[in-house]
């Protein structure tokens, strides 16, 4: 028989790890049914009464659209929401979280026409009231669909008692806010141009634009002028044009006037085309850059100038219509390009606007609300629409010899963002909120609590002047949304909050028989009433004297005689009242937030469409902090779409790999920035989620046989001089970092803090060093209920550290940690305890200096047992011993105070020490194979020089020999 086959078999003896905590997370398979005993045992409500006592600190959700299944983009943001939030929970805070969805506008219209088609129907023939229910079953049915796939992702909140901004109690809330602006004095109606979706018939907000990159034809026309004597002194010409450049033909019949800058120079130039001279004026930083090489132009000589203002109320005939216009002012023309003579359409134009209430021009828009010219349009252009009128306008241009020059021009051009289509800027009749009429915000009450009463100064602030103040009371994350935000501020024209749409809250204004509007606090308020009661569908089932009830408005607006307004409100300003219908409506929750979290995009939208009313209505922000976050793209970078194969779809993922993956990539990933992914891009991550659940797998894993309570050694005991009072220093360093990443949000800093511990700290260095102990010390060991002790301190802080992001394994992890920390035994979830404390221990910098040390020849050696391997080939670090060279005694004092961690610091048999001359570093390192020299013990099978001094177990070491005895 071989010496082999009779060998003793020590398995059987080692403390070999145990734990439920499987290896294979089968989160797919798992998650579900933790989120079943979530539901079942009232998680969401257990944490809040854990917290009864505590302050409140109240993340708002922005609404997303109750349409259709949520993508990757919902995912993202609701996790982000969701760990910040548990964050706070176990800082200690009371964070009770409403979800909440937006429930009126295009969006979900758009479907219901899409089902009507189906169903053979014309929805423009539908009546309101059917549109409406059916939208309200659409909106109420993808509610609850998303409220579920958000649930799934473990996102924990009142998911029972959500607000819906479709529901009678939100709107009547909403119309208190309008309310508020009435009386005010900032609601006015007026003829203006506006964004117009051609394809929905309907003004559109700034936040519902989106710009993408367009070829359009851009004009240069000679616009006849009827010369007034002595405009230019020198020439003195009878007869010469005005040069004008625009990028929307489609625009020139609405032309009234022709804006110059009277600050700037403009020259008179002769010209030669198409074998005719003419004479044009054009600014004179311009003329070489135009007629400079310009197909069609022959020759061209400057021969007179004069400042823009000699060429006020000049008046000129129109190219093809049988109608004069004049030259006015306008400080916005400038002489970046084009000709510095600018088409102005006060119908068509913000800035053309302005122009033309200035200049008291007609606000004329030949175009109807489905984007075709009207009759008052010259023949050929009748019924056309817009993109059919660009090519007809230059050909007409071209007829007529006045189109100087055509160029293609490429622009960024502003769409509708729900049909994808270009919009139009068009004057109709809307209803505004004035941003720069100063006003006093009305008095402070117990429903509308605001920063103070209004005093001195105040009464002369514009909203604008108040949005600007009150960013700077704000915090934002990152820095550059402060930016963002004052820019948009500044340059937002008054706010257009009326659409021309069925689904949505009606404005409540009245018209009597002479078309004058009732709209005052009270009479809003009387329809809120009756919306509180009935819901918004009353506006359009109610007569104006049911609507009205209870309100007298007076002799000249009698009720039975009065018309209802046919427009709703833009849905933004629903969204943007949520401060109100929401946070203050709801006793458990705060006014103002404490955090606001969306997309960067929403500094157009909900950020700045929630900060203007509640500054119109209690005159604070409605948020203490702002959080924006990034975009999905390609992993180059790139947009992505959802024909593309990169395109992630959030509830496939969900059910491939399991929320808690995806929760993990979301916090691992710098959010403020894009952020590239891809399906593949989720199934390489599942390693970085492995490492971690491996990790806690092997901290549980070596406590089965540890009781907290009456094996664990003081911390105050364990000394510095040990790895484990190395690794309880990186310990306490990691609690401090992972809670100050939170803080700051910093979630992908959290992740890698708690990644690098893993791999390194515990992985690399101290978890493969206390193997040996572990497993081969006798049970109740000094030096293994030591390691058994920060085991279950790692264990505890980073299941602890690890919940906000992932919360099903954390949870899962904390109930195999047989004995919780004091005051947390009785907590059936890790949801329902507080962070983990630091160690408060007290590190000088000596003692860093000999850790730094340590480490730096725990490195040196790991390299030579590298080189050793490749050398000899299969070898086992057990088999080496390494041998510290030291010049001094107190150095060797130092590193002896370390004991058997020398030598299990790198996974070697054996550690000596040896002298070394005084050159060199005070302290170095020699890796010696012992396979010749020492026996290797049998039960740990580390090569030692004591191995057979033992009599009872001559093949053991002296320490597994002791260890055999008990």
């Not at 929905?200 to 070829?215: I, R």
């Not at 492995?690 to 094996?711: G, H």
Request: proline share 6%; glycine share 6%; hydrophobic share 40%.
């Amino acid at each position: 028989m071989s010496a082999d086959a009779t060998k003793k078999s020590y398995k059987d003896t080692l403390n070999l790890p145990q734990t439920g905590f499987p290896m294979e997370a089968k989160l797919v398979q798992n998650e579900p049914a933790r989120l079943k005993k979530w539901q079942e045992r009232k998680l969401y409500d257990a944490v809040l009464a854990a917290r009864a006592d505590a302050p409140k600190w109240i993340l708002h959700d922005g609404p997303p659209f109750a349409n259709g299944d949520i993508h990757i983009g919902h995912l993202i943001n609701k996790t982000l929401k969701d760990v910040i939030i548990r964050f706070r929970t176990m800082q200690g805070f009371l964070t009770p979280y409403v979800p909440g969805w937006d429930c009126h506008g295009l969006p979900i219209e758009h479907k219901i026409q899409e089902q009507f088609k189906k169903e053979g129907k014309n929805f423009r023939e539908v009546g309101t009231l059917e549109m409406r229910q059916r939208c309200f079953a659409y909106a109420q049915n993808y509610a609850g669909v998303q409220s579920e796939q958000f649930q799934r992702l473990g996102i924990l909140g009142d998911w029972a008692h959500p607000y819906l901004t479709m529901v009678p109690p939100y709107e009547a809330a909403t119309l208190e806010v309008f309310a508020r602006f009435v009386e005010a004095g900032l609601v006015y109606k007026k003829l203006k141009p506006v964004p117009w979706s051609v394809a929905n018939q309907t003004a559109l907000a700034d936040a519902e634009l989106e710009y993408e990159d367009v070829t359009d034809p851009s004009v240069f026309v000679e616009f006849p002028a009827q010369a007034k004597p002595h405009v230019f002194g020198k020439a003195n010409p009878s007869a010469f044009h005005l040069l004008v450049w625009t990028t929307t033909p489609w625009t020139l019949p609405a032309n009234l006037a022709i804006a110059v800058n009277s600050r700037v120079d403009y020259a008179l130039v002769r010209y030669r085309r198409g074998e005719v001279e003419r004479l044009g004026v054009i600014a004179a930083d311009l003329v070489k850059s135009f007629f400079e090489g310009r197909t069609g132009i022959e020759q061209y000589e400057v021969i007179d100038s004069v400042s823009g203002d000699a060429l006020l109320g000049l008046e000129y005939t129109h190219p093809f219509i049988d109608r004069n216009g004049r030259v006015v002012e306008a400080d916005y023309v400038t002489t970046t390009d084009g000709t510095g003579l600018v088409h102005t359409a006060p119908g068509h134009g913000e800035e053309d606007y302005e122009t033309g209430i200035r200049e008291k021009l007609d606000i004329y828009s030949p175009v109807l609300a489905n984007g075709r010219f009207d009759d008052s349009v010259p023949e050929f252009l009748r019924g056309k629409s817009t993109k059919e009128g660009n090519p007809l306008i230059v050909a007409e241009l071209k007829a007529r010899d006045v189109l100087l020059a055509e160029v293609p021009i490429k622009h960024s051009y502003p769409h509708d963002w729900r049909s994808k289509t270009p919009i139009i800027f068009r004057a109709t009749e809307q209803w505004f909120v004035a941003m720069d009429k100063g006003y006093t915000p009305s008095k402070t009450n117990a429903d509308f609590p605001s920063s103070g009463t209004p005093g001195e100064g105040q009464s002369e602030q514009s909203l604008r002047d108040r949005a600007l103040a009150a960013k700077d009371a704000v915090a934002f994350v990152p820095e550059w949304g402060k930016h963002r935000l004052e820019g948009m501020l500044k340059s937002r024209p008054d706010w257009c909050v009326s659409r021309q749409r069925a689904w949505g809250l009606p404005i409540p204004v009245f018209y009597n028989e002479q078309g004058e509007a009732l709209l005052t606090g009270d009479s809003v308020r009387a329809v809120a009433n009756r919306f509180a009661e009935k819901g918004s569908d009353a506006w359009f089932t109610d007569s104006p004297a049911e609507l009205l009830a209870g309100f007298d408005p007076g002799p000249k607006f009698p009720k039975d005689k009065l018309r209802k307004e046919t427009d709703i409100f833009d849905v933004w300003f629903e969204s943007g009242s949520s401060w109100h219908s929401c946070l203050q409506a709801r006793h458990d929750l705060a006014f103002p937030a404490d955090l606001y979290l969306e997309g960067s995009d929403q500094h157009r939208g909900w950020f700045q469409l929630s900060l203007l009313p509640s500054l119109g209505a209690t005159g604070q922000p409605p948020y203490k902090q702002v959080l924006t976050h990034g975009f999905v793209v390609k992993p180059d970078g790139r947009k992505v779409s959802k024909s593309d194969k990169e395109y992630v779809t959030a509830t496939q993922e969900i059910d491939r790999h399991g929320a808690d993956l995806l929760r993990l990539w979301t916090s691992s990933v710098d959010y403020q920035n894009d952020i590239p992914t891809s399906p593949k891009v989720l199934q390489e991550f599942g390693d970085k989620y492995r490492k971690i659940r491996n990790t806690l797998r092997y901290l549980l894993s070596n406590l089965y046989d540890f009781n907290a309570d009456t094996d664990a050694v003081k911390v105050a005991d364990i000394p510095l001089s040990s790895l484990d009072g190395w690794a309880l220093a990186e310990l306490d360093q990691l609690i401090g970092d992972v809670v100050e990443a939170y803080d700051t949000y910093q979630l992908h800093r959290v992740f890698k803090l708690l990644h690098e511990f893993c791999t390194v700290q515990i992985s690399s260095v101290y978890g493969n060093a206390m193997k040996d102990r572990l497993y081969c010390d006798a049970p109740n060991s000094p030096l293994r209920r030591r390691s058994q002790t920060v085991m279950q301190l790692m264990a505890v802080a980073l299941t602890k550290l690890l919940a906000p992001i992932c919360v099903f394994t954390a949870d899962e992890a904390w109930e195999q940690i047989t004995h919780k920390p004091a005051g947390e035994k009785d907590a059936w979830s890790v949801h329902l305890t507080k962070l983990p404390e630091r160690l408060k221990l007290e590190i000088s910098a000596d003692q860093r200096e000999e850790w730094k040390q340590l480490m730096a020849l725990r490195s040196d050696a790991l390299g030579q047992l590298d080189k050793l391997t490749r050398q000899i080939g299969k070898y086992k670090a057990l088999d080496a011993e390494i041998v510290f060279k030291v010049d001094d005694d107190a150095t060797r004092r130092k590193l002896q105070a370390y004991g058997v961690d020398l030598e299990d610091m790198v996974g070697c048999g054996h550690h000596q020490f040896a002298e070394k001359g005084p050159a060199g570093p005070a302290a170095v390192v020699e890796v010696l194979d012992r396979r010749e020299t020492y026996q290797a013990c049998a039960r740990s099978w580390k090569r030692r020089p004591d191995v057979g001094t033992d009599a009872q177990y001559p093949d053991l070491s002296l320490r597994d020999a002791a260890a055999m005895r008990g």
